[in-house]
């Protein structure tokens, strides 16, 4: 069917927007084809499919000419209008479209090709020409609106009247090539009808998909069509008429369908036989119907069809080869392969199927599956309803599967199967196909290997893994019942020996019987279990009190305790048990709680063995809080956390400056400046006061050669800890050390050791020190008349100097006791030709009494607390003792009575004061003779004193004292005072002004 343009395309149409133009030549191509179909075709058999392309593309065209129009004229009234005609095309096509069946396809096409043609040309030379005009402005930067006025004036003009010319001319155009495509149409119908009717029945032999033949009686070619005269090797069905199959093809192959013609044309009855046709393209299968061909009832001849088989010959033979390597497959993998029908049936099982199961294939096939070779009857009340309700689509089934086989010699077989569905053409379940793995040596393999990871091999016990589990499960319920849970840990006494003495064959003997006998004694709920070696533990679940388990401890050791015979031997042994209890309020694991009753158990073996011990709690927190605190310890001299402080010790009569103690700080990331006390007491005796005391020591050093390099000369004490003078190598430490200090002398520092330290090992610490007397460092005996101060060993150790602990120096204005201790201790330094320094020294009244007593080298915070080294010259410059301190002289130790005198005073004037504030208090002595300074003031006193000026007014002062007491403690018993506070002033003032008298007597 030849194409007529009734709207043939012009350069006239192009608006130079290419894409705009593309498409419509689109669209002039797509209405030329619509008027051609309407032209030469009386239906409308392929209209609807042009209608719909015309639709669908004038879309896609409007949608590209309105995001263009839209890109250059958003929310414009001409973008809208433009959208508007868009529209009214669309639906004007879609009526003419729906109009089709109801009006004749000459009054259609006249209208829809008129509307057609006229739109399109209206459309491209006047709407989207003048759009295109104003998008071309506007892209060479005019506005809108000067767009406008120029596209206007391009279509006006010679513009607008070659577009009306050319609308009119497209018009008449269309009508005329309508008629004129008619007109066609009627000429190539008439031509078409006598070409039909003159090749009706060639085109129809000829277009016969099979080959076709008619033969006579003498099996010679009649007539044929064209592919069979191909296939016998000619051009045309006019070569091949006359002839007969002789003259064709190879002589066997001839005589064979001579001999099918022969049959046929003998019988009368038709024949179909499957047959190969040698050609010259080689050979090709065919399937020959042949008949015979009757006038009037007698047969002439033969007809016959022959369709090429040749493919369907390959896929069989394909199918056959697949078949066989299927089969073989199948009998070749070592799985079971089983398909079934929806009912269950068997319809396929390869060799291992049979081989298993004891069958042979033909035994096995139509068998219901579930019946015949589960094992039941679970078989088939369980497995095979699961069956049926997941081919019938009612249940979701699974891909892995295991399940029991029984074969015919009843032995059965675990098998794992992996399964998949069967499907028809409309995915329907047909049936199943599975694979099977028989793993019942795997699985019990597994259960075995299971076994091994919960069991203890040699008693059957759960091992550690199956107890952890077991306790925290045991854990879990007695939260939920709210009660007690108790974990024992055994260890066996005497197993050792057992093995030792019997050899180890015997000892397991021993541990399988008492393991038999204890787990005979334990309910069901209870587990036992053994770690290892000689080491068990119980789980006793559900106790309402702890000493509810008590007995059954109890009993669990008499039980281990009794003899275990194996042939002639005896053996026994006993058990030390470890206790730990959990109850539902603990906040504790499984593990805290195991190796509290661990350490529970050792306890029990240091207390003798043959018992149990509970877990104490507290201690247990004492000694967590003991470790936390040394790794924290530990932790911070490794991020040097720990500083030096430094106080001065000076002369208080001469205020000469001696030297520095230096004292160790701990710069707490959290908690601030920590002192001593905060810490040296968790390391002592430990590897870490070493640690820590090796760095003092270099820190001291580094601080000395620091001032040193100041012109600054001060001697630093330093404390050595306990562990740290044990050491053997003490001394060659410290010599290697002040290698990397080249400008510290040994007699810039000096060490300073505890007594009680040096009492631990009085002949090793002795050596030491005089080692390091050898290279010029001497030592100190810190806190002295805390130990033994014993004569021996302040003879036996070389130490220079001894310092009187603070502890004796705080009280000894208050306390006769300690003021003797340090007139002994400051007598045994002088005897010995040692020096004293007293500690502790925080006021000035402390000062006078150690100047009295004979000592005065001292430090305390009244002369200076501890500082940082930056702070230390600073209060070097300042430093000023106190004017009294000068003058104060050491009493004659025949006149220290007077000391002692004083400080009884002193005691009874506290008593009095505490005696006014509360009740509580002893009633102190009034009388004036009685108070222990009386006794002494009117016998030892007179004797020495009474000759002395100022004694008698001593004496005076003192009753004097005694009588304004006695007035407000009257006063006080009968409560009359009027101010408790303003007496005790008065009080203190009468004593002031007895020392003032009888600091006179001390002086003269």
């Given at each position: 069917m030849k194409t007529?343009?009734?709207?043939?395309?012009?350069?006239?149409?192009?608006?130079?927007?290419?894409?705009?133009?593309?498409?419509?030549?689109?669209?002039?191509?797509?209405?030329?084809?619509?008027?051609?179909?309407?032209?030469?075709s009386d239906t409308d058999d392929d209209l609807n499919d042009i209608f719909d392309e015309l639709i669908d593309y004038t879309s896609y065209h409007f949608e590209t000419e309105e995001a263009i129009w839209h890109k250059y004229l958003p929310n414009d009234e001409l973008d809208a209008s433009h959208k508007v005609v868009h529209k009214t095309f669309v639906d004007t096509v879609l009526r003419l479209k729906n109009e089709q069946n109801r009006e004749s396809l000459s009054e259609l096409a006249q209208e829809a090709l008129g509307f057609l043609a006229s739109w399109l040309a209206s459309h491209i030379l006047e709407t989207d020409r003048h759009m295109a005009y104003i998008v071309f402005a506007i892209e060479d930067g005019l506005d809108i609106a000067s767009a406008k006025k120029y596209a206007n004036e391009r279509m006006?003009?010679?513009?607008?009247?070659?577009?009306?010319?050319?609308?009119?001319?497209?018009?008449?155009?269309?009508?005329?090539?309508?008629?004129?495509m008619r007109e066609l149409k009627m000429r190539e119908n008439l031509k078409e009808k006598l070409i039909y009717q003159e090749h009706y029945q060639r085109a129809l032999i000829d277009n016969f998909p099979f080959l076709v033949w008619l033969k006579d009686e003498k099996s010679r070619f009649l007539a044929l069509n064209q592919p069979m005269a191909k296939a016998c090797g000619f051009d045309l069905p006019e070569e091949v008429v006359g002839k007969t199959d002789y003259d064709i093809w190879p002589k066997e192959l001839a005589k064979s369908y001579r001999k099918d013609d022969a049959n046929v044309l003998a019988s009368g009855e038709s024949k179909t036989v499957e047959e190969p046709i040698v050609t010259k393209d080689g050979v090709i299968w065919s399937e020959t119907y042949k008949s015979p061909v009757k006038v009037d009832g007698k047969v002439i001849g033969t007809v016959g069809f022959s369709r090429n088989i040749t493919s369907r010959k390959e896929l069989e033979k394909n199918l056959l080869q697949e078949r066989d390597l299927f089969k073989h497959y199948l009998n070749t993998v070592e799985a079971i392969i089983v398909s079934l029908d929806k009912e269950g049936h068997i319809n396929l099982i390869n060799r291992k199927g049979c081989e298993i199961?004891?069958?042979?294939?033909?035994?096995?096939?139509?068998?219901?599956?579930?019946?015949?070779?589960?094992?039941q009857p679970e078989g088939m009340k369980i497995i095979y309803p699961l069956f049926l309700k997941i081919v019938s689509g009612g249940l979701e089934g699974s891909e892995y599967f295991e399940n029991k086989i029984v074969s015919k010699s009843k032995k059965k077989y675990l098998i794992a199967w992996h399964n998949a569905y069967l499907l028809d053409d409309d995915k329907n379940i047909i049936g199943t196909l599975s694979s099977g793995e028989d793993i019942t040596l795997l699985k019990e393999q597994q259960k075995h290997l299971e076994h091994i990871a919960h069991y203890d091999t040699l008693t059957s016990l759960p091992n550690r893994t199956l107890l952890s589990d077991r306790l925290k499960q045991a854990m879990l319920q007695t939260q939920r019942d709210k009660l007690f849970s108790a974990v024992i840990y055994l260890d066996l006494d005497g197993f050792k020996e057992?093995?030792?003495?019997?050899?180890?064959?015997?000892?397991?003997?021993?541990?399988?019987?008492?393991?038999?006998?204890?787990?005979?004694?334990?309910?069901?709920?209870?587990?036992?279990?053994?770690?290892?070696?000689?080491?068990?533990?119980?789980?006793?679940?559900?106790?309402?009190?702890?000493e509810d388990c008590?007995?059954?401890?109890?009993?669990?050791?008499?039980?281990?305790?009794?003899?275990?015979?194996?042939?002639?031997?005896?053996?026994?042994?006993?058990?030390?048990?470890?206790?730990?209890?959990?109850?539902?309020?603990?906040?504790?694991?499984?593990?805290?709680?195991?190796?509290?009753?661990?350490?529970?158990?050792?306890?029990?073996?240091?207390?003798g063995k043959n018992r149990f011990h509970i877990f104490d709690v507290?201690?247990?927190?004492?000694?967590?809080?003991?470790?936390?605190?040394?790794?924290?310890?530990?932790?911070?001299?490794?991020?040097?956390?720990?500083?030096?402080?430094?106080?001065?010790?000076?002369?208080?009569?001469?205020?000469?400056i001696l030297g520095l103690e230096a004292l160790v700080r701990w710069e707490h990331p959290l908690h601030g400046l920590l002192s001593p006390a905060h810490f040296l007491p968790t390391i002592e005796n430990h590897k870490l006061s070493v640690e820590l005391g090796n760095l003092i020591i270099n820190t001291v050093m580094g601080q000395i050669q620091k001032w040193k390099q100041e012109g600054h000369n001060l001697v630093v004490s330093i404390n050595i800890s306990p562990m740290q003078i044990q050491e053997a190598n003490f001394t060659a430490k410290i010599i290697n050390l002040l290698k990397n200090y080249p400008e510290v002398k040994t007699s810039d520092f000096e060490f300073e050791i505890l007594e009680s330290s040096a009492l631990e090992d009085i002949n090793h610490v002795s050596r030491i020190m005089r080692e390091c007397n050898k290279i010029g460092i001497s030592f100190l005996?810190?806190?002295?008349?805390?130990?033994?101060?014993?004569?021996?060993?302040?003879?036996?150790?070389?130490?220079?100097?001894?310092?009187?602990?603070?502890t004796f120096v705080r009280d000894m204005l208050e306390d006769t006791d300690d003021m003797a201790i340090l007139e002994g201790i400051i007598g045994l330094a002088n005897a010995f030709r040692r020096d004293v320094i007293s500690e502790g020294v925080e006021n000035i009244e402390q000062g006078n009494m150690l100047l009295r007593l004979g000592c005065e080298e001292a430090q305390g915070y009244f002369i200076a607390k501890p500082m940082p080294s930056q702070e230390v010259m600073k209060w070097i410059n300042q430093w000023t003792p106190p004017a009294q301190w000068q003058n104060i002289v050491k009493i004659p130790r025949d006149d220290m009575p007077l000391l002692y005198a004083i400080t009884e005073h002193k005691i009874w004037i506290k008593d009095v004061m505490a005696y006014l504030k509360t009740d509580t208090v002893k009633y102190p002595k009034l009388d004036y003779k009685e108070c222990r300074f009386g006794t002494w003031l009117y016998t030892q006193g007179v004797q020495r004193y009474g000759k002395k000026d100022g004694f008698k007014e001593v004496v005076s002062q003192h009753k004097k004292v005694h009588e304004n007491i006695n007035e407000i403690i009257k006063q006080h018993k009968s409560q009359t005072l009027k101010n408790i506070d303003a007496s005790i002033e008065e009080i203190k003032n009468y004593h002031n002004d007895f020392l003032k008298v009888f600091n006179k007597l001390i002086i003269v």
């Open positions: 007529i343009d009734i709207f043939p395309w012009s350069n006239h149409f192009n608006t130079e927007i290419k894409i705009i133009d593309e498409q419509h030549k689109k669209l002039v191509i797509i209405l030329n084809r619509l008027a051609t179909h309407i032209a030469y006006s003009g010679s513009t607008r009247l070659l577009i009306d010319i050319i609308l009119s001319i497209y018009s008449t155009l269309s009508s005329n090539t309508l008629d004129l199961l004891g069958y042979s294939e033909e035994e096995l096939i139509g068998k219901l599956w579930f019946d015949f070779c589960l094992e057992v093995n030792d003495t019997y050899g180890h064959n015997h000892g397991d003997i021993l541990l399988k019987v008492l393991s038999s006998r204890i787990k005979q004694i334990l309910r069901d709920v209870d587990t036992i279990a053994r770690l290892g070696g000689d080491e068990f533990v119980i789980v006793l679940y559900d106790i309402k009190n702890k008590f007995p059954m401890l109890n009993r669990i050791l008499s039980t281990i305790a009794k003899p275990v015979k194996s042939k002639e031997i005896t053996m026994q042994v006993s058990a030390s048990a470890g206790v730990s209890f959990y109850s539902y309020e603990d906040i504790i694991d499984a593990d805290q709680l195991l190796r509290q009753a661990d350490q529970a158990m050792y306890q029990a073996k240091l207390s507290q201690l247990d927190k004492h000694i967590r809080s003991h470790h936390e605190s040394l790794e924290a310890i530990e932790v911070a001299i490794k991020n040097r956390e720990f500083v030096m402080y430094y106080q001065p010790k000076v002369n208080m009569r001469s205020g000469k005996l810190d806190d002295f008349g805390t130990g033994y101060s014993s004569l021996t060993y302040l003879k036996n150790l070389p130490a220079k100097q001894l310092k009187i602990d603070q």
